[in-house]
Each structure stands twice: as structure tokens, then as C-alpha cells.
């Protein structure tokens, strides 16, 4: 896969963090990348842009929501 298809999903902190969150994806059926930051003791957890959204939910992620459309009325 071309990596520029590729989105960040997450950053960690370590090596040993980052396999442990690429193991958790990979066995979820999700490709993983882990890209050096330009502080050299992270790591962006990057995913294919169709699957940010999985990627997210298995990580406790918040995934963004469209804000714009009117949601149900806390009553």
C-alpha cells in the first residue's frame, strides 16, 4: 500500500508502545505503519484513510462526527 494513503490515527511514545498498538490493529484485520516523529522517541501509528474510523474505535478513540447535523435533544 502507497503509504500517502496512509492517515495518522495516533501518536505513542516508544517502540514497545507502538508494537503494542500495531499488534491490536493487525489482528483486527487493519494495516499498520509506524513513522518516526520529529521528536525521535515518538511514533505517528498511521492506518488507511478507510479504515481511520475502525482504527479509532479499537483504540478508545473519539472518532470527529459531523457537528453540523442536528443529533437528538438531551430532554
Partial sequence: MNKNTFQKVCSVSGSLH????????ERAGIPVTLDHTKNASYLDVLVPEERVYDAKIL???EPRVNTNSAGPNPQ
Fill in 59 to 61: 483504540l478508545f478513540i
Fill in 18 to 25: 507502538g508494537a503494542v498498538v500495531q499488534s491490536n490493529l
